[in-house]
């Protein structure tokens, strides 16, 4: 799994870099959305996310009119749903959690098939494959009480893996300059059972955003 995202990520970059040789259309974006965990990450008895928020960027080099190919990255947070839950060890100790959330990127390569349409539509609507590199963190921090005496503790592991995404998604352009953007996509993650409890995690996105056109060495005289 590794080396089949490190080799699509690499396509993506070779096909970009041989594009701003002709120097092709280019468009980049910010967007912030949610995130809603599913599978093992949303499972009350494993991953137990609850949905999140998060930001992202892009840059897509226009190969065609109908197709692009791009390099993205994201960044988010889901909270835990077992912040804020109390044990209760016997003889009045206790311990609480005070905090439990993951944090979670990606990093990564895709394609954008933009669908026939008329001319004269205002939104061009695209289908989107890709694949990179994710990682989820869980942030645990406990406060312990025994005999009277408290003591907190933290748990921080990290855990990324190759995965997948797809996706769609539409753009309107206000002006030739900007636009905005929108789209849903589905992410996969596959994880090592070696490193996490869990064969693979997943969740739901649903993004808008500001998309641009990204100025040229042929724009300027």
Do not use: C
């Not at 959305?33 to 009350?44: E, H, I, M, Q, V």
């Not at 998060?54 to 065609?64: C, V």
């Not at 990324?160 to 996969?188: A, C, F, H, Q």
């Amino acid at each position: 799994m590794r080396r089949m995202v490190s080799a699509w990520i690499a396509l993506v970059a070779i096909l970009a870099i041989t594009g701003t040789a002709s120097a092709a259309s280019w468009t980049g974006e910010i967007t912030g959305g949610a995130s809603l965990p599913s599978g093992d990450f949303g499972n009350t008895s494993k991953g137990d996310a609850n949905a999140g928020w998060s930001i992202g960027g892009a840059a897509d080099y226009h190969w065609r009119t109908d197709v692009a190919f791009g390099l993205d990255g994201s960044y988010g947070q889901n909270k835990n749903g077992a912040q804020g839950t109390v044990f209760d060890l016997g003889g009045g100790d206790s311990q609480t959690i005070d905090k439990a959330s993951y944090t979670t990127w990606s990093a990564g390569g895709h394609a954008k098939y933009f669908f026939p349409t008329a001319s004269t539509m205002p939104v061009k609507w695209y289908g989107l494959v890709g694949a990179g590199v994710y990682g989820f963190n869980p942030d645990v921090e406990t406060t312990t009480v025994v005999g009277g005496v408290s003591s907190t503790s933290s748990y921080k592991p990290t855990d990324k893996r190759g995965g997948m995404r797809l996706g769609l998604g539409g753009e309107w352009w206000s002006n030739p300059k900007v636009g905005i953007t929108g789209g849903v996509d589905y992410n996969i993650a596959f994880l090592s059972k070696s490193q996490s409890p869990y064969s693979s995690l997943s969740y739901l996105g649903g993004h808008v955003g500001v998309t641009f056109q990204i100025p040229s060495a042929s724009d300027h005289p």
